[in-house]
């Protein structure tokens, strides 16, 4: 690379929680800038998961950090080009992408779910991926299976 590579930016915890973790989520989830309802919306999706899930007897984070790990891929395919044919390469996620990937996951099958508001619909996704299942589960499934039945390319890394 001719030019310095950029330095990584700290980012701030949350007011509520106290946590860049959420931050972080909150800065994927937010449209147009909006970031106080973006926190909004989140804050009332913890809400709603603390109502819904009193009985699990752990706090509305624990149970949204437990769901972002249930969802987070551990290996991807990629497409690589050896002598005229392309294959789909499986390859390891870098522990920074596998949050992103998780995260993002998380908010575009929420925004995809049917529901009322976003703060429902988020906490929706929310207890499903905890439970191990819903739209964001599927597809790390999915990822993972792609990346088993293309295990004979694995030699093609780069």
């Given at each position: 690379m001719?030019?310095?590579?950029?330095?990584?930016?700290?980012?701030?915890?949350?007011?509520?929680?106290?946590?860049?973790?959420?931050?972080?989520?909150?800065?994927?989830?937010?449209?147009?800038?909006?970031?106080?309802?973006?926190?909004?919306?989140?804050?009332?999706?913890?809400?709603?998961?603390e109502?819904?899930?009193?009985?699990?007897?752990?706090?509305?984070?624990?149970?949204?950090?437990?769901?972002?790990?249930?969802?987070?891929?551990?290996?991807?395919?990629?497409?690589?080009?050896?002598?005229?044919?392309?294959?789909?390469?499986?390859?390891?996620?870098?522990?920074?992408?596998?949050?992103?990937?998780?995260m993002?996951?998380?908010?575009?099958?929420?925004?995809?779910?049917?529901?009322?508001?976003?703060?429902?619909k988020l906490?929706?996704?929310?207890?499903?991926?905890?439970n191990?299942?819903?739209?964001?589960?599927?597809?790390?499934?999915?990822?993972?299976?792609?990346?088993?039945?293309?295990?004979?390319?694995?030699?093609?890394?780069?």
């Amino acid at each position: 690379m001719r030019k310095t590579k950029p330095k990584k930016r700290i980012i701030l915890p949350d007011p509520r929680y106290n946590d860049p973790y959420v931050t972080r989520f909150v800065n994927n989830m937010m449209l147009s800038g909006k970031k106080s309802k973006a926190y909004d919306i989140f804050y009332e999706a913890m809400d709603i998961v603390e109502r819904r899930t009193k009985d699990e007897g752990k706090p509305a984070l624990e149970i949204f950090k437990a769901a972002l790990d249930n969802i987070t891929p551990h290996v991807e395919v990629k497409s690589r080009r050896v002598g005229g044919a392309t294959f789909q390469v499986p390859m390891e996620v870098r522990p920074d992408r596998k949050v992103s990937i998780s995260m993002k996951n998380m908010i575009l099958f929420s925004r995809k779910r049917a529901g009322k508001s976003m703060s429902e619909k988020l906490a929706a996704e929310t207890i499903a991926a905890y439970n191990n299942e819903g739209g964001a589960y599927k597809k790390k499934e999915d990822t993972h299976r792609m990346a088993e039945a293309n295990k004979a390319f694995a030699h093609f890394r780069f």
